[in-house]
């Protein structure tokens, strides 16, 4: 796992946005996996600025994204479809079709988790998949204790993400659903990079546990550390409870020029 310690979230997205854009002016018809939440949107806004201002090409890219909540229409406000569109695909060249989320509203779900993963191993892979942490080390929405070998299914959502989640429906934990489909941790393990973003005091806590504590379920985020591509970007907020904070810094900064694209 690299881990890379940006002075705060803006230069940490900016950072994680050149490694993206790197990958799909060397591979154009790159799969990328695509995360939600408050976290992405500075790399989403940087990605967008990419495509409007150096002309980034997202015509032959497909894209994949980690969850959804049960219940929800495409269009309802907290939909993770609607996210998506709003903060990402309809400010960049991507072909719709090629953009696949999660169906909240699918009649038989099991069913349509199984296509799901079919679809991804039809598109070739993922070759990165953006992620973010919970402060309980959750990723998507694989919850403490989740299988590191799972794939897309639902799953219940902990008291704790529920509570965390309640700001983007007004406040009110009874608007929250309680269930979603995610992409299984056997499924994000499966990319060829993952990319993982982090900031502020309080995913500090996860973050430290994620890098340099045991590989336990308990922490889902943790089995990046088994991982053969993973990077880690963080701000000094969310570095500030890990220990080899001066080796991190060293190794990055000590890294060749060609490699240095973050």
Request: charged fraction near 20%.
């Amino acid at each position: 796992m690299e881990i890379i310690i940006k002075r705060d979230a803006l230069s940490g997205s900016q950072a994680a946005a050149r490694v993206i854009a790197r990958l799909v002016r060397e591979k154009p018809t790159a799969v990328i996996g695509l995360a939600t939440g408050s976290t992405p949107l500075m790399l989403y806004n940087e990605l967008i600025r990419m495509h409007r201002e150096e002309g980034l090409d997202f015509s032959r890219v497909t894209t994949f994204n980690l969850d959804e909540y049960v219940g929800l229409p495409p269009d309802h406000a907290q939909s993770y479809h609607r996210f998506m569109w709003d903060n990402l695909f309809r400010h960049i060249n991507i072909v719709p079709e090629n953009a696949n989320i999660p169906d909240g509203m699918a009649k038989n779900i099991p069913a349509f988790c199984a296509v799901y993963e079919q679809a991804i191993v039809r598109a070739g892979g993922i070759d990165l998949q953006v992620l973010g942490i919970g402060s309980d080390g959750h990723v998507g929405f694989n919850e403490p204790t989740s299988s590191f070998a799972s794939r897309t299914r639902i799953k219940t959502l902990t008291r704790q993400t529920v509570a965390d989640n309640a700001r983007f429906f007004g406040g009110d934990e009874a608007k929250v659903p309680h269930h979603c489909i995610t992409m299984g941790i056997g499924t994000i393990m499966d990319a060829r990079m993952n990319l993982m973003l982090a900031f502020g005091e309080n995913k500090a806590e996860a973050v430290a546990a994620t890098v340099e504590g045991p590989v336990a379920s308990i922490m889902p985020a943790s089995i990046l550390q088994h991982h053969p591509a993973a990077k880690l970007f963080i701000d000094e907020a969310a570095a500030s409870r890990l220990k080899l904070t001066d080796y991190y810094r060293w190794v990055y900064d000590g890294k060749p020029s060609w490699q240095k694209d973050a």
